[in-house]
T-cell receptor, first 116, second 114 residues
Framework: AQKITQTQPGMFVQEKEAVTLDCTYD???????LFWYKQPSSGEMIFLIY??????QNATEGRYSLNFQKARKSANLVISASQLGDSAMYFC?????????????FGAGTRLFVKA | EAQVTQNPRYLITVTGKKLTVICSQN?????MSWYRQDPGLGLRQIYY???????DKGDVPEGYKVSRKEKRNFPLILESPSPNQTSLYFC?????????????FGPGTRLTVL
């Protein structure tokens, strides 16, 4: 069955340093998309970055990059130059293709704390 | 403004009293979905819809119903709410069901069932 695992319930990072949030997934569908969302304390869900299963290069969006290792089934989020405003909950998610019925599953999340 | 809206944003009700949470999007998206968020569990998909009149169960559909009679609306119905359905609910939409489509989320509905 499809699954998303985020093994870090909480992470601390010093302001201006880089941080990696881990995400591993499991699926038998050859076509899938991997997403990261940010949820600040205000509660809204903010899309950060996307990686397709057939993409050859790692996705990047500003200070966010996705370290995609398909053979290991990992899709770690790297935030460079952390800012205080990055303190939030981060969710990894996977959307399967037609083999998986187009379901979407989320990991349990990682709470990131950025220290001044 | 392109957005997903949910109504109501906050709701307190009692066990057994039927309720409907309205979700609407103005982006002409085909795919719509409902999730519930509980501490330590992330978001879990309740139901999703690939298009009008097409709905499918997610991972936690028990106790919920949905309908998709028109493209823009995807209401979530709790026929007989119970306290274990107290949660934060999100509606989301994307252009299609394909794996490369980001989802746009509504602001959330916080439901308390007493």
């Amino acid at each position: 069955a499809q699954k998303i695992t985020q093994t870090q319930p909480g992470m601390f990072v010093q302001e201006k340093e880089a941080v990696t949030l881990d995400c591993t997934y499991d699926t038998s569908d050859p076509s899938y998309g991997l997403f990261w969302y940010k949820q600040p304390s205000s509660g809204e869900m903010i899309f950060l970055i996307y990686q397709g299963s057939y993409d050859q290069q790692n996705a990047t969006e500003g200070r966010y990059s996705l370290n995609f290792q398909k053979a290991r089934k990992s899709a770690n989020l790297v935030i460079s130059a952390s800012q205080l405003g990055d303190s939030a909950m981060y969710f990894c998610a996977m959307r399967e293709g037609d083999t998986g019925g187009f379901k979407t599953i989320f990991g349990a999340g990682t709470r990131l704390f950025v220290k001044a | 403004e392109a957005q997903v809206t949910q109504n109501p944003r906050y709701l307190i009700t009692v066990t057994g009293k039927k309720l409907t949470v309205i979700c609407s999007q103005n982006m002409n998206h085909e795919y719509m979905s409902w999730y519930r968020q509980d501490p330590g569990l992330g978001l879990r998909q309740i139901y999703y819809s690939m298009n009008v009149e097409v709905t499918d169960k997610g991972d936690v559909p028990e106790g919920y119903k949905v309908s998709r009679k028109e493209k823009r609306n995807f209401p979530l119905i709790l026929e007989s709410p119970s306290p274990n359905q107290t949660s934060l609910y999100f509606c989301a939409s994307s252009l299609s069901g394909g794996g490369d489509n980001e989802q746009f989320f509504g602001p959330g509905t916080r439901l308390t069932v007493l």
